[in-house]
Structures are given as C-alpha cells and as structure tokens.
C-alpha cells in the first residue's frame, strides 16, 4: 500500500524537474504553387541552397530570396502541395552522402537509392556546392589517364585533374567513349561517377547493365536524373556527382566524374529560372548560365603533394544540332574545358570509329599528360593525319600523283584503319604504342588496307606468345630506347614474314 506523502514527494520531485521549454522555429506558408515551383510566405531567416520540407515530406530547394516571398523548386512531385500549407526549414544546405557505400550503387541527385539494393549506410554527407581548390593548392596536371582508345590517348591525351569536353551531335558515339574510358579504369585506382542528365531511364539501366557485365561497377556510382524527373532534380545531378568525386579527391584518391550531358542540364535550368521569373537572356537561356557550368567544372582539379595529391577530372558532353560548334551553351563550355573532343557525324557514317575530328579536337593539356613512350610514338601522327585529311580530299580530283603524295595517302589510310576501335574494347597503353609504332615505321604501308586489323590481332598475340618482355618493359619503363627499338623492329619483321 502506497503512503500518501510517498506519493506526494513522488510528485513534487518531478514538478521540480519539469521545465519548459520554448523552441522556435522558422516556419512559411505556401502562397501558390504549380509547374514544380512554390512561393512562399515567411521563412525570414531561411538561406539560399537550402532544403525545406512541405506537409507531405516532399522536400524543396531555396532559390530566390526576394523581399516578400521565397521561391522553392520542389524536388518531387508538386500534385500534393496545396496553397496555405506549412513549410519547414530543415537548417540543412543540400548534400549527398559521399564514400565508398555508393560504389556499385544508382543513385538519385540526393543520394537516394534507386536500384533497390537498400540504404546506403555511410556517415559522410558533402554540400553538392562547394568552393574549388585555390590555384596555389593545385597542381599542373601531368599525370596520364588512360582511356583505352587509341586515337584519344595518342593525339588528345587527358590527364588525372582535367576537364575535357566531348561533343558532337547526336549518336556519334559520345557516350561510348565515357563507357571505355570508365572501363578502362579496371585496375588503375580511379574512382568513376557517371551522371545520367535527362536520358531515358532505359538507357540507364542499359549503361549499368553494361558496366556490370565489364565488372567496372564495383569502382563506380551512377547518378541518374532521368528525362521523367523534374527539372530541379536534373539541375542538381551533375553537383552531387561531382561532391561524390571530392569526397575521393580530398582524401588523397582519384576520381573520375562524367556529366552525360550538359545541353539537357541547362534546359532544365532554364526551365527552372523562367519559372523562378528570373529575367531571360539570349535563347531564353538566364544570364547565368555561364556560371552554372563553370561553378561545376572549375571543382575538377589535381591537388598539391602535401595535400594528399589526389585528382577529380571532368568529362562533360555537350550534344550540337547539325555540328553547330558556336551555339551558345557549346561555346561557353569550350571556353571553360581545357580542350575538347569532336566527332563528327559524317565521320561516324563512313565507318570511321571512333568519329574524332583530328582537326578541331584539342588537348589544351597535351603531351603533359602523356607517358614518355606515347610522346615519341604519337609525335607525329596528328600531323599524318591532317595531312592525310587535307590530301584526300585533294587526290578526288586528280588522277596522276607523284610518289612522295602517293606515299603519304598509303601511309595516311593505314593510319585511320589503325585508330578505328570496337566499342567496350579498350586497349592497354603498351599495346596502343606497339600497333602505332608498327603503322609509323612503315611496317603496314605494303598490306592492303582491309588486312590492317587482322594484322593488329595477330601482332599483339605474336608478341605475347614470342615476345612477351617488350610488353612488360614498355609498361615498367614507359619509354622506347634503343635497344627495345631493334627488338621490336625484329619481331614485327619476323610476325610479317609470317602473316598471310
């Protein structure tokens, strides 16, 4: 039986350790909504970038700041927000987790997963917008990252903290070139995020699928804003890819980030800046959308020694229409990459893949970023091949040429036959300068041009077979001398004699 003032003690003793507590919070009112875009009302010490919540936990991002109203992009669908709904603020910045949890991993631009693999367990988080590194805590870029395709590594070398665009019109093969490039990363340490802006989600799951198959999944995350997500999920895709890769770049990796494509991700910001009532500029295109993507592209980078030396490099893609370069969007990214890659419809038509116009591509990096052995074999192969180029249409139109043009138009076809190369087939670099090496010597001016790639494969496994160390001595010491020369002139003289 309880005694009366046990009970009353009881009481007062939790009277006395109750206190109140009062806990302000920041809330607004939404006063209209539609096309993905609320305006609020209050929410006066909210901050720009920053997530909100609405009533039915759909999330929105702060935008415009203006002095009676808020506008909040909604990241999701709006069909369940109506007018007067509470808002919160969340006191968060967007971020995305970051790490190793996402390798492997689809993923939406907030991080959530999408391939039904369950959470992702990680406890670093990383705002999608970041300052870059400062220019005194970088470094030049000189270190190779190798693609796998010849005509790229050869005469548009990149390097580990590039930013390199791919551009052409579309289905001319810019997408396959970022596939061979990720899978060609297979043992090199390098981190990979690809970002899907705007693309069917059947090509998405097609693109992983294939990474799967290649088994480069496991050193890759996919971001995917596809064409069926609102314009402010597609907006921020490329940032969260590019957090990801910071993540590995801050903490002394290397990371490769891929933007597929950036023409769709400046619609969709477009989309969203007119909604906004942002004052449009030229093509309707708001007037900073320079600053969209030089924000994103500045972040790649090659860091210090002392600050851990690691790399994220960029690979964005821009699609033209009719291989118009000087549009508005292409020329502003041209003049933020350094460098570019242009295939060429026409190109791709004639067979010629990858469709790389030697002439307008550029590496603003160039030999740099290139191994010693690349340098002496490749030195002279982009000038062949212009040459070759600008002969070629010459040669239509006359018929009797002397020997040294003649030479030069064999020598010239030899060479495009040697730099044409199959899809999810990249080449590791010591292969890429023995066949290169083999097509500027001479050794393939005399075979007919239909037995060019019969008489690569059989080079390559020739050598395996009878000589295997020129291979492993490229790769160990990265340069030709001397003696590997001879050596290599013998056995590519021995595998001719017997090559039928």
Do not use: W
């Not at 693999?117 to 990680?122: A, E, M, N, R």
């Not at 994103?296 to 600050?307: I, M």
């Not at 038509?349 to 074999?377: D, E, F, H, W």
Request: aromatic fraction near 6%.
């Amino acid at each position: 039986m309880l005694k009366p003032d046990e009970v009353t003690n009881t009481i007062e003793k939790e009277i006395k350790k109750f206190e109140t507590k009062l806990a302000t919070e920041s809330v607004g009112y939404v006063l209209q909504v539609g096309d993905g875009i609320a305006r609020v009302y209050g929410l006066d010490e909210v901050m720009a970038g920053e997530i909100v919540t609405f009533p039915d936990q759909t999330a929105g991002l702060v935008l415009n700041l203006e002095p009676d109203n808020v506008g909040v992009v909604i990241l999701g669908s709006d069909r369940g927000i109506k007018e007067g709904a509470l808002v919160k603020r969340t006191k968060k910045i967007a971020q995305v987790p970051t790490g190793k949890a996402l390798l492997g991993r689809i993923v939406n631009p907030l991080g959530e997963p999408l391939d039904g693999k369950g959470p992702i367990v990680t406890d670093t988080f990383r705002p999608l917008e970041t300052v870059p590194p400062s220019v005194i805590q970088r470094q030049p870029v000189k270190e190779p990252l190798q693609t796998g395709i010849k005509a790229v590594d050869a005469m548009i070398p990149i390097g580990r903290g590039q930013r390199e665009l791919i551009i052409g019109d579309r289905q001319t093969g810019k997408t396959a070139i970022l596939v061979d490039t990720i899978i060609n990363q297979k043992n090199s340490n390098v981190f990979c995020i690809y970002v899907a802006i705007g693309q069917k989600l059947s090509s998405v799951v097609a693109l992983a699928e294939t990474l799967a198959k290649y088994g480069a999944m496991e050193y890759s995350c996919v971001v995917c804003a596809s064409s069926e997500d609102p314009a402010p999920l597609q907006f921020l895709a490329p940032y969260a890819g590019c957090a990801i890769g910071e993540e590995f770049m801050h903490s002394g990796k290397h990371a490769l980030a891929v933007y597929d494509d950036l023409s769709k991700h400046a619609v969709a910001y477009r989309q969203m800046s007119l909604l906004l009532q942002r004052p449009p500029g030229r093509e309707a295109f708001p007037g900073d959308v320079f600053y969209l993507h030089s924000r994103l592209l500045e972040r790649a980078a090659k860091l210090r020694d002392d600050l851990g030396s690691g790399s994220l490099t960029a690979l964005p893609v821009i699609e033209t229409q009719l291989g118009d370069v000087s549009a508005y969007i292409p020329t502003n990214v041209i003049s933020i990459t350094d460098g570019q890659i242009y295939l060429e419809s026409d190109l791709f038509y004639a067979g010629v893949r990858p469709a790389i116009n030697v002439g307008l591509s550029v590496s603003r990096v160039g030999g740099n970023a290139q191994t010693k052995a690349m340098k002496q074999v490749a030195g002279s192969l982009r000038l062949a091949l212009a040459q070759y180029r600008e002969l070629a249409a010459f040669a239509q139109l006359s018929t009797d040429l002397d020997k040294t043009t003649q030479a030069q138009l064999t020598r010239g076809e030899r060479m495009v036959e040697i730099l044409k190369q199959d899809v999810f087939e990249p080449i590791p670099f010591e292969r890429q300068v023995i066949v290169i090496y083999a097509a500027n010597e001479g050794f393939l001016d005399d075979l007919p041009v239909q037995k060019v790639k019969d008489f690569e494969k059989g080079l390559l496994v020739f050598l395996e077979k009878n000589y295997g160390d020129i291979e492993h001595k490229l790769q160990k010491e990265k340069k030709i001398d001397d003696a590997l020369k001879a050596k290599l002139n013998e056995a590519i003289k021995k595998f001719k004699e017997t090559f039928k």
